[in-house]
């Protein structure tokens, strides 16, 4: 069946589906953008994990799979967490020391008998108040999860809002917004952790 419109109908639909364009977009962004709206996403790889992202600028700390040479994860240390400088055209660069001790992750693996590392157990250098989890599924995928109002869920990303001073360098952090996938229902989930 096709209609026709006219000059006055094609305005409002137009105007419809625009509206119904930029409500898809903004959802397609707030499922899976999630911290800021406006932020770049770091393209989904078999080694991301999550991403951090703050308030300070766009640059984005990722949590990758570390793996060895023959591909198994490297048992002593994970999880390889790194920058990715969007605001210096995407430029990879690893942590500083002290930005290490910031964002970076304490690993260890959750049953000591486990030699084959299929479970982790990871917290934020600076920042345990929450355990996530990184298990080895059946189909040899890691996956990292963290309860996220009280349901575990896939952790996809966290952004943090710092409070900055003067010049504009963040000096505390005011709250961390953790977003996931349920594991319950397969819905996105998020929850907002003062610090």
């Not at 709206?37 to 078999?46: F, L």
């Not at 409070?163 to 819905?187: C, H, R, T």
């Amino acid at each position: 069946m096709h209609f026709k419109f006219s000059n006055f109908s094609n305005k409002r639909t137009n105007l419809l589906k625009h509206s119904v364009l930029f409500g898809i977009l903004l959802s397609v962004n707030i499922c899976f953008g999630q911290g800021q709206a406006s932020y770049p996403v770091p393209q989904k790889t078999d080694k991301l994990l999550f991403y951090l992202q703050r308030s300070h600028n766009k640059n984005t700390i990722v949590y990758e799979l570390n793996t060895l040479p023959d591909g198994k994860v490297d048992v002593k240390n994970p999880i390889h967490v790194s920058w990715i400088r969007f605001e210096e055209a995407g430029r990879r660069a690893e942590l500083s020391f002290i930005q290490r001790r910031a964002f970076g992750v304490k690993c260890r693996v959750a049953d000591k008998t486990d030699k084959s590392g299929n479970n982790f157990i990871v917290q934020f250098n600076n920042f345990n108040k929450r355990e996530i989890r990184l298990i080895k599924s059946t189909s040899g995928a890691y996956n990292a999860f963290m309860k996220i109002n009280n349901e575990t869920a896939e952790l996809e990303c966290v952004y943090i809002k710092a409070e900055n001073n003067a010049i504009g360098i963040p000096i505390s952090f005011k709250y961390m917004d953790v977003y996931g996938v349920s594991l319950k229902n397969k819905q996105q989930i998020s929850e907002r952790i003062n610090l």
